[in-house]
């Protein structure tokens, strides 16, 4: 059995507080907002590949899409952005969108089908972490110029490989890899034929709300404003987001005015701003899912039995009611609430001495020694704190490694992990963005490189619930597919190697002046364009 017992983590450390670009001030200015927020888990700006939370939310601004939603009516769905309009073929797998005249780029060229071609080929030939999000559909770098081609200046035609739900194919659409780039200036910085992927890694071509003003890794990101968005100027001209990662930093901030919303406030911090004279609390429910994973290589960890066991091993209401309250609810299912096919069953709960029997038939009384790697993130700590407290009263010893988020997930995404403490958020409004994820596994070989899927990185080889889960993907009637997905989620919680806790509640500490702002509920990213103060 391995066990990561050490890496590298002072530097996540040293930039936790302190002065990184932005003064000190009474009061922000009122054409600018200033988030303090942790954004170190950002990898890269390059839509193609950008995969994380707070890249997400930097994408939404800076990037237009063919579809995508309304701030101000999420509940609509998916509507138009840079398609005006589509239509789909008799056979339902051909969508030909009309693209919206006159949009600019932030360099000045204009959005065309060209570049909505360019952007979607791109993402399916460089083939990084997300692009399974459109290869689902069947494209692959051998058949892009077929199946993804501007057919005149501003109308584009995309050929799936069979009649999936249009609504499923729309939505895959409004994920950060259907940012479309402006491949003139993409193309002019590329090197060695990686597509401008090493340049957009630090740099933007997009179309949005916003443009990217500076990147400064691990500590702040400012945004700058359009002018000639197609919707209009957003009033915020400036957007900057520091890297704060203690939230009683992050709420003394917010107190003295040196920023208008802290978005990673503990419930004592949440408790301690909550009636103050002019800061508001905004809870919305995200579709943010706290987990942890089993890493089926380990011959102890694929045993069902210590599975199950573990399970039982968590005091879900415990956390819930203590260092999580109100900022997360109990869920255990890996459909979010609010998604077609949610289920609300919660068969597991603390019981220590389950647990030990189950380890015990396992073939384990004493317990056994395992690691678990976690992000330097707060609630993430306290919770493999707690973690590491009910599984040590069955004998379980869990070693725990801190790391940036960057360490973490490289690590995770090796599939070099005994136990990974994480969330993860849906990427399209649809029931197949989680399910993909946490129920298809179709080729468990380490050379796959599956790392946009979870249950690949956790080795778990499920030919049958990966064929199920695929099969619900292309059910046409809602109400059947809503079963098929909650059936499948009932086996997944009986045998998966995936204990999910909580579904996220946001609590956000927001200065009362600042309106309009939209986190994303649980299918979307955070909108800027909308703010006014």
């Not at 729309?170 to 994920?175: G, I, K, R």
């Not at 694929?302 to 609810?329: H, R």
Request: hydrophobic share 40%; aromatic share 8%; net charge negative.
């Amino acid at each position: 059995m391995k066990s990561i017992r050490s890496m590298a983590i002072g530097a996540a450390t040293a930039l936790a507080i302190g002065a990184i670009g932005v003064p000190a001030m009474a009061e922000t200015p009122a054409n600018m907002l200033v988030i303090a927020g942790q954004i170190d888990d950002i990898t890269t700006l390059d839509p193609a590949q950008s995969f994380e939370f707070s890249g997400s939310d930097i994408s939404r601004n800076i990037y237009g899409k063919l579809v995508n939603f309304d701030p101000k009516d999420l509940d609509a769905g998916y509507g138009p952005d840079l398609a005006e309009s589509w239509t789909v073929s008799d056979d339902g797998k051909t969508i030909t969108f009309k693209m919206r005249e006159g949009v600019k780029f932030h360099s000045g060229n204009p959005v065309t089908a060209k570049d909505a071609e360019f952007s979607l080929r791109r993402a399916v030939t460089l083939n990084k972490t997300p692009s399974f999000i459109l290869t689902q559909f069947g494209f692959n770098a051998d058949n892009v110029e077929q199946t993804i081609v501007a057919t005149g200046p501003m109308t584009l035609q995309i050929t799936t490989d069979r009649r999936y739900a249009i609504s499923f194919v729309l939505n895959c659409l409004t994920a950060t890899i259907g940012g479309i780039v402006d491949s003139k200036l993409v193309m002019e910085n590329e090197v060695d034929g990686d597509l401008g992927n090493t340049w957009l890694r630090n740099n933007t071509a997009g179309s949005g709300a916003y443009r990217l003003g500076s990147w400064k890794a691990n500590e702040s990101i400012t945004l700058i404003s359009n002018p000639d968005f197609y919707l209009g100027a957003p009033a915020m001209e400036r957007v900057v987001v520091r890297h704060i990662l203690e939230s009683s930093t992050q709420r003394l901030l917010l107190e003295k005015g040196d920023i208008d919303i802290a978005r990673n406030l503990n419930p004592e911090d949440v408790a301690g701003v909550s009636g103050k004279e002019g800061i508001v609390v905004d809870s919305e429910l995200r579709g943010r899912l706290m987990y942890i994973a089993f890493n089926q290589k380990n011959e102890i960890l694929a045993n069902p039995k210590v599975m199950e066991a573990m399970k039982y091993l968590i005091d879900y209401e415990g956390m819930k009611n203590s260092f999580l309250k109100g900022q997360y609810t109990i869920h255990q299912a890996f459909l979010p609430r609010t998604y077609l096919g949610a289920i609300s069953d919660t068969p597991y709960s603390l019981d220590i001495a389950k647990g030990k029997t189950l380890l015990a038939e396992a073939g384990y009384p004493d317990g056994f020694e395992v690691g678990l790697i976690v992000r330097e993130a707060q609630e993430r700590l306290e919770i493999g704190q707690s973690l590491q407290n009910t599984f040590g009263k069955a004998g379980i010893k869990v070693n725990i490694t801190v790391g940036t988020a960057k360490q973490m997930l490289a690590v995770y995404r090796a599939r070099q992990h005994d136990i990974y403490l994480g969330a993860w958020g849906p990427d399209y409004p649809d029931p197949n963005t989680n399910a993909a994820t946490f129920a298809v596994n179709q080729d468990n070989r380490d050379e796959a490189g599956l790392t946009g899927q979870l249950a690949w990185r956790n080795s778990w080889d499920i030919p049958k619930m990966s064929e199920d889960t695929l099969a619900a993907v292309v059910e046409n009637d809602r109400d059947v597919r809503a079963k098929m997905y909650e059936a499948i989620q009932r086996d997944h919680q009986k045998r998966s190697p995936f204990a999910i806790m909580f579904q996220k509640i946001e609590q956000t500490g927001r200065s009362k002046n600042v309106q309009n702002l939209n986190l994303g509920g649980a299918i979307t990213a955070v909108s800027y364009w909308v703010v006014t103060k």
